[in-house]
């Protein structure tokens, strides 16, 4: 096995088809095409929408990079804005909820690959 793997995450499978969740949001799951234990994933937002759920993890803390566009993030009771190359740290056990700008978002996420449960709240951020 190589010491490196090279993969276009734009490449990759967009898995939120077989969820239900295009076309309005996008999600590659980049750990398995990388080889690796730890999660990426890349989910893209279309304009102004708004995730249909909120989630949260009992022991993963993940990081989101918003690396195109705009967009806005509720954490628990808080309603903050992202710019480009912004990257968002959200401790376990927080509830977050992501919506795209007016020209959509793109966002990496990172994660440590714990198998914990994730709740998802479906109509969790409600205006």
């Not at 708004?50 to 022991?59: L, T």
Request: aromatic share 8%; charged share 30%; net charge neutral.
């Amino acid at each position: 096995m190589s010491n490196y793997t090279i993969k276009n995450l734009k490449e990759i499978e967009d898995a939120a088809e077989r969820f239900g969740l295009a076309p309005n949001r996008g999600a590659v799951r980049a750990r398995r095409a990388r080889g690796r234990e730890r999660r990426a994933l890349v989910p893209a937002l279309a304009p102004n929408f708004r995730q249909p759920f909120g989630h949260r993890h009992e022991q993963q803390e993940e990081v989101y990079v918003l690396v195109g566009c705009n967009a806005r993030v509720k954490i628990d009771d808080e309603v903050q804005e992202l710019k480009p190359w912004d990257a968002l740290r959200v401790a376990p056990g927080t509830m977050r909820c992501f919506e795209g700008g007016p020209d959509g978002a793109e966002i990496i996420v990172f994660g440590a690959g714990v198998r914990d449960q994730a709740e998802a709240v479906p109509g969790w951020w409600t205006d």
